[in-house]
């Protein structure tokens, strides 16, 4: 295994095996972490907070309220690209309607978690999702375009989805159009199928009648023992089991956000001198988010990403550590600490496991 890259797929698999990555949401450990974040992408911060909500779903509302406001500017990036093109693309008009329909969505999320109406914000995720794989189609692939603009009323909308997107067919088309792009041409691995069929049964849980989700829609607190609200939710009940709603929104912004810059959906030369204000707005929501997104995914996981770097013979440093020379042995030994900490995890994993087959 002399090629990085292969040194790197082992190890995947062992964190993989091993199921010690991490998440952390909100993003922010309090209000003020919260403001300190605005104030660094040059942000507005409205001081305000519901007295109905928890400290952490008024973060997280903040938070996606500034994802929303991300998105609308995709969506305007999109429209004035299309009133100011000498000719029309596909992709551009397929763009503009796919990423307004996510910018509504994630509004529509947000005022359902604000008003307690929480399965019924967990019902639009899916269809965000949808959305999101089809921006993603767009850009990847203009024969796709063109049959996603084509697919006027709804007899050939219809077509197009079974045609298109049911029954995996979209994802599969992705996983195959990015395989392209790669320099090994490897398709996107069974993990990334796996979380897509967890996230997806989590929703469908949502969106198909079920004595729990009515049960959870009458009163979302139901089974808790930490909080005390026993609000009726028929009229609408704001619950931190929105918060879980919103983690899984903001949890694909880091697809939106990568796509975005490496496929240039957003440039400064689309505005006009006057407007470059907006561009510049834009900017800022886009720090924050990746800030959020850093702060969600990749700070609980910065040891699995120095083992990951590592293979490919990078270094990883903290933000304040750039710049700084780097102990080579010091940072070697703490790397194959990590290692041996999840190998260690791995054989205890598998040990509990014989010990159940032995007993």
């Not at 969506?75 to 910018?103: D, E, H």
């Amino acid at each position: 295994m002399s090629d990085p890259a292969d040194f790197h797929q082992v190890f995947s698999d062992l964190i993989r095996a091993a199921g010690i990555e991490k998440s952390k949401f909100p993003p922010f450990d309090s209000w003020a972490e919260l403001r300190a974040s605005y104030e660094k992408h040059n942000l507005p911060f409205d001081e305000v907070r519901d007295e109905r909500y928890s400290e952490e779903l008024n973060i997280a509302l903040a938070c996606l309220s500034i994802f929303h406001s991300y998105l609308s500017g995709l969506a305007l990036c999109y429209f004035v690209r299309l009133s100011r093109a000498k000719r029309i693309t596909p992709k551009n008009q397929a763009g503009f309607t796919l990423a307004s329909g996510i910018a509504a969505d994630v509004g529509a999320i947000a005022l359902l978690c604000r008003e307690g109406f929480d399965i019924q914000a967990k019902n639009l995720l899916r269809s965000l999702r949808e959305k999101l794989d089809c921006l993603i189609a767009v850009q990847l692939n203009r024969r796709f375009a063109v049959e996603f603009v084509a697919a006027e009323g709804s007899d050939n909308a219809n077509r197009f989805w079974h045609k298109r997107i049911a029954r995996g067919k979209l994802k599969k088309f992705i996983s195959e159009r990015i395989s392209k792009l790669s320099r090994k041409k490897v398709l996107l691995g069974d993990e990334w199928f796996e979380r897509r069929e967890s996230f997806e049964r989590w929703v469908g849980e949502a969106v198909h009648p079920s004595h729990t989700t009515g049960l959870l829609s009458a009163f979302p607190d139901f089974g808790r023992t930490d909080v005390g609200s026993d609000d009726f939710g028929c009229f609408g009940a704001p619950s931190d089991s929105s918060i879980s709603t919103i983690q899984s929104a903001m949890g694909l912004a880091y697809e939106i956000t990568f796509m975005v810059r490496v496929r240039g959906l957003i440039s400064e030369d689309d505005f006009e001198v006057d407007e470059r204000d907006i561009y510049d707005s834009i900017n800022r929501y886009e720090g924050f988010m990746c800030s959020c997104t850093a702060k969600s995914m990749f700070e609980p996981n910065l040891d699995i990403f120095k083992l990951l770097a590592y293979a490919r013979g990078m270094i990883l440093v903290k933000e304040e550590g750039v710049g700084q020379e780097v102990e080579l042995k010091k940072y070697e030994t703490e790397v194959l600490d990590i290692l041996i900490d999840i190998i260690s995890k791995v054989r205890g994993d598998f040990e509990e496991r014989i010990s159940q087959l032995e007993a």
